[in-house]
């Protein structure tokens, strides 16, 4: 029961989050986009979306972490954001991107919820 609990909880904040706020991406203000993929993401309903959903859940899961894997969630999300710059306006790059890091933060929710107790 309870391992389900915070996948449904991280949803149900995305919902509320993301309900009639198209025009802003979680992560950045599109009025002041500059860069290409920024513009792309802005947009696009789905990028933006995955946008707040990755957003969600770096914001979430950075306070849950001890300081070495805070440091290493910093370092990847640096990363990260270098790989989605680098695609530029290509949205079907700019989607895997998106995905491999959604799945990437989901799975430190899992981590997180494997080790429990909650």
């Excluded at 949803?11 to 989050?17: E, R, S």
């Excluded at 990260?80 to 895997?96: E, M």
Aim: aromatic letters at 6%; proline letters at 3%; hydrophobic letters at 45%.
């Amino acid at each position: 029961m309870f391992r389900n609990a915070l996948p449904l909880a991280v949803l149900a904040l995305l919902i509320v989050m993301t309900a009639g706020a198209p025009a802003r991406a979680a992560s950045f203000d599109c009025a002041k986009a500059e860069t290409l993929d920024e513009k792309a993401i802005c947009a696009d309903r789905r990028l933006n979306d995955d946008d707040v959903e990755m957003s969600v859940l770096y914001t979430q899961l950075k306070p849950l972490l001890g300081m070495g894997a805070r440091g290493d969630l910093e370092d990847e999300q640096v990363a990260w954001l270098k790989r989605r710059a680098a695609c530029k306006d290509d949205r079907v790059c700019l989607s895997n991107a998106y995905e491999d890091r959604l799945r990437q933060l989901r799975g430190g929710f899992e981590a997180l919820a494997r080790r429990g107790p909650f």
